[in-house]
T-cell receptor, first 116, second 117 residues
Framework: GNSVTQMEGPVTLSEEAFLTINCTYTATGYPSLFWYVQYPGEGLQLLLKATKADDKGSNKGFEATYRKETTSFHLEKGSVQVSDSAVYFCAYSGYNSGGSNYKLTFGKGTLLTVNP | GAVVSQHPSWVICKSGTSVKIECRSLDFQATTMFWYRQFPKQSLMLMATSNEGSKATYEQGVEKDKFLINHASLTLSTLTVTSAHPEDSSFYIC?????????????FGPGTRLTVT
């Protein structure tokens, strides 16, 4: 079935370090891909998205490229800040085997902690 | 734009009582809203898809008689946890899809933390 697999955390980095959180997906067709961020005690916020192959989503210094050949959508940031500490979820939206379209399927989330 | 609110943000109730959680799209119309449940340090689990004016579609394993969903208008969906038990304690999050916007994008509410004692 369709699924999203993302790098398990927790990930702990020092401020200004380079961040990569891997995400791969299994899906039929051409799903849209998303990264969501959840700060402590809050709901999810859309961080970035890509709707077709080779698209690059970017926001707040974060980037992810939709790679259809490797079915990946890895999240990167060149220099993390303490305020980036949060849980990051990779997700895709598309038709799934359940028959309901446009549902989001989430990865398990990766907790990022950035130390000063 | 595209703000979704939830009320209450947290609630504590006694076992056996019912609790209603509201999800509102504040500045757009949403024909479809989604209800998720999130356990500590885990991902979101889709419970049901709520369509305005029709019955909700529940995911496998979710008891529809326990988690009652009503989507009476284009800006409001409610989730009622009936006869709540401690195992229902969780973080409930709703999302909404903009009727006029991109079909793939969902906007999330801030979540409601339910504690059943």
């Amino acid at each position: 079935g369709n699924s999203v697999t993302q790098m398990e955390g927790p990930v702990t980095l020092s401020e200004e370090a380079f961040l990569t959180i891997n995400c791969t997906y299994t899906a039929t067709g051409y799903p849209s891909l998303f990264w969501y961020v959840q700060y402590p005690g809050e709901g999810l916020q859309l961080l970035l998205k890509a709707t077709k192959a080779d698209d690059k989503g970017s926001n707040k210094g974060f980037e992810a490229t939709y790679r259809k050949e490797t079915t990946s959508f890895h999240l990167e940031k060149g220099s993390v800040q303490v305020s980036d500490s949060a849980v990051y979820f990779c997700a895709y939206s598309g038709y799934n085997s359940g028959g309901s379209n446009y549902k989001l399927t989430f990865g398990k989330g990766t907790l990022l902690t950035v130390n000063p | 734009g595209a703000v979704v609110s939830q009320h209450p943000s947290w609630v504590i109730c006694k076992s056996g009582t019912s609790v209603k959680i509201e999800c509102r799209s504040l500045d757009f119309q949403a024909t479809t809203m989604f209800w998720y449940r999130q356990f500590p340090k885990q991902s979101l689990m889709l419970m049901a898809t709520s369509n305005e004016g029709s019955k909700a579609t529940y995911e496998q394993g979710v008891e529809k008689d326990k988690f009652l969903i009503n989507h009476a208008s284009l800006t409001l969906s409610t989730l009622t946890v009936t006869s709540a038990h401690p195992e229902d304690s969780s973080f409930y999050i709703c999302s909404a899809r903009d009727l006029a916007g991109n079909s793939y994008e969902q906007y999330f509410g801030p979540g409601t933390r339910l504690t059943v004692t």
